[in-house]
């Protein structure tokens, strides 16, 4: 009693760390960038902690980087 399956408990785990990052935060606003899955649950964490999010494209980091080496490489 009181104990949760494998699966389980890594869920729990994962939302336990991901509620506790975005409260170290102090934010009201956020942006999210990752995979899909990822990001929905961050998303979700985020409004239960009244954290407004908007969620940017998932290849925006692999662009911003190439565009950085590119400008490095000038």
């Not at 336990?16 to 998303?43: D, N, Q, S, W």
């Amino acid at each position: 009693m009181g104990e949760l399956a494998a699966a389980a408990s890594a869920s729990y785990l994962s939302g336990m760390l991901i509620g506790h990052e975005l409260r170290a935060f102090e934010v009201k606003k956020l942006c999210l960038l990752g995979t899909p899955e990822l990001v929905a649950l961050y998303a979700r964490a985020a409004e239960l902690l009244d954290i407004e999010t908007q969620v940017l494209e998932s290849h925006a980091a692999a662009r911003g980087l190439l565009r950085l080496g590119v400008m490095l490489r000038r």
